[in-house]
């Protein structure tokens, strides 16, 4: 068979049998790709890419037994020739980095539509790098953000600070996205950023936090944070 005709042969590696029957139905409409075979985690991944040989394995990160990166790993000691697709829920800079850096070749949002991920299939088994465009985005903001130097003693940055009060404020993401004049996703990476910063993940401890810190107050006096610079 020519390479031109030849399908494109693919492994699935999810702990969840929904994401993989979902997977599997997904990748079924498309003539040129062709699921071989599934792994419940990253050891069971390692020996059925072994016996199949894929092209491609696509899979998650966050697995019992053997996570994504390990997997990655050994897979490039291993079976260097296979082209692995991270398909997952994360999205920041710190996983991208982790995946490319251990080597896969691309990194899909779970969100993405499956036209979106049948791209990254097709371009990582030319060897090509992939990165779907709502991640990239997300991993530019917290770069461009890092460079607010945030510190132990303060560990968010300026733009953190104002998404945090605004939060804090009981505005919804599309009211603070509307009041910092930036898109709405970026706030939600703001605000999955700050939670993940401080180790906070409610509301309720949120503005807790802005309290203690004199982030706001509950005299009506201005919070003390600094003014809007010209950042994402």
Known sequence: MSSINKKISVLLVDDHPVVRKGLQTCLARHDNLKVVGEACDGIEALAKAKELRPDV??????????????????????????????????????????????????YVSKEAPPEVLCKAIQQVNNGQKFVSPELAQSALVEIAD??????????????EQQVLVL????????????????????????????????????????????????????????PRIPPPKDIP
């Open 167 to 222: 939060i804090a404020e009981g505005k919804s993401n599309k009211e603070i996205a509307s009041a910092l004049d930036i898109g709405v996703r970026t706030i939600e990476t703001h605000r999955e950023r700050i939670m993940r910063r401080l180790d906070i993940h409610s509301v309720a401890g949120l503005t807790k936090y802005a309290l203690t810190h004199g982030l706001i107050t509950l005299d009506g006096n201005p």
């Open 57 to 106: 394995m696509l899979t998650d990160i966050s697995m019992p037994r053997m996570d994504g990166i390990a997997l990655i790993e050994a897979m490039r000691k291993e079976m260097p020739s296979v082209k692995i697709l991270v398909l997952s829920v994360h999205a920041n800079k710190d996983y991208l980095i982790k995946i490319l850096k251990a080597g896969a070749l691309g």
């Open 146 to 159: 890092d460079n607010g130097t945030p510190t132990a003693a303060n560990p968010l940055t300026e733009r």
